[in-house]
T-cell receptor, first 117, second 119 residues
Framework: NAGVTQTPKFRILKIGQSMTLQCTQD?????MYWYRQDPGMGLKLIYY???????DKGEVPNGYNVSRSTTEDFPLRLELAAPSQTSVYFC????????????????FGPGTRLTVL | AQKITQTQPGMFVQEKEAVTLDCTYD???????LFWYKQPSSGEMIFLIY??????QNATEGRYSLNFQKARKSANLVISASQLGDSAMYFC????????????????FGKGTLLTVNP
């Protein structure tokens, strides 16, 4: 049981380039999330998904896109990278039963450190 | 107004002593969850402990306990018998209730407290 895995661990992009950050979870969680962490700050939500085929914007979605074709995978796409997107990106997942109660604890991947120059 | 406030940017503690990391929160929801995460220098976010707003008992997980004072809107993390490996950044986070609309899907994080355990 690997939990939440992310690739790559590190990446340097040039301004205007694009890339996809990969995220996979093997816990059969229905909810998945993408956060970014800027230096000295807590995490901010970029996008989230409540299940395959359903995604929605978080606090800071501009410059990003997501898709969720399977329960396991939730890739984050950066189009036209900008220096402001230099950050550490975390993927997370949680289980929320339909109509039931749970702690909805979010479990995080190891993060991707992205630098845009 | 900030939803999660961690007033201690840094804390120092001697090995084997207990330490309390402060967290206050702001919400109008009756149903919410409070979480603490640890982020060591390697960067990963490790879940430590959870407290639900309706839980009557303070949460405990091994050496971690959560001092939950609902009326004061505080959720302080207590680490007993500190170890060198406890040196890390600690984040308090809140998930608001379903009545908060879109907010109930995300965690709102504080800015963190950097804990250093001295030998």
């Amino acid at each position: 049981n690997a939990g939440v895995t992310q690739t790559p661990k590190f990446r340097i992009l040039k301004i205007g380039q694009s890339m996809t950050l990969q995220c996979t979870q093997d816990m059969n969680h229905n909810y998945m999330y993408w956060y970014r962490q800027d230096p000295g700050m807590g995490l901010k939500l970029i996008y989230y998904s409540v299940g395959a085929g359903i995604t929605d914007k978080g606090e800071v979605p501009n410059g990003y896109n997501v898709s969720r074709s399977t329960t396991e995978d939730f890739p984050l796409r950066l189009e036209l990278a900008a220096p402001s997107q230099t950050s550490v990106y975390f993927c997370a997942s949680s289980y929320r039963p339909i109509g039931g109660r749970s702690t909805d604890t979010q479990y995080f991947g190891p993060g991707t450190r992205l630098t845009v120059l | 107004a900030q939803k999660i406030t961690q007033t201690q940017p840094g804390m120092f503690v001697q090995e084997k002593e207990a330490v309390t990391l402060d967290c206050t929160y702001d919400t109008s929801d009756q149903s919410y969850g409070l979480f603490w995460y640890k982020q060591p220098s390697s960067g990963e976010m490790i879940f430590l402990i959870y407290q639900g707003s309706y839980d009557e008992q303070n949460a405990t997980e091994g050496r971690y306990s959560l001092n939950f004072q609902k009326a004061r809107k505080s959720a302080n993390l207590v680490i007993s018998a500190s170890q060198l490996g406890d040196s890390a950044m600690y984040f308090c986070a809140m998930r608001e209730g379903r009545n908060s609309g879109g907010s109930n899907y995300k965690l709102t994080f504080g800015k963190g407290t950097l804990l250093t355990v001295n030998p």
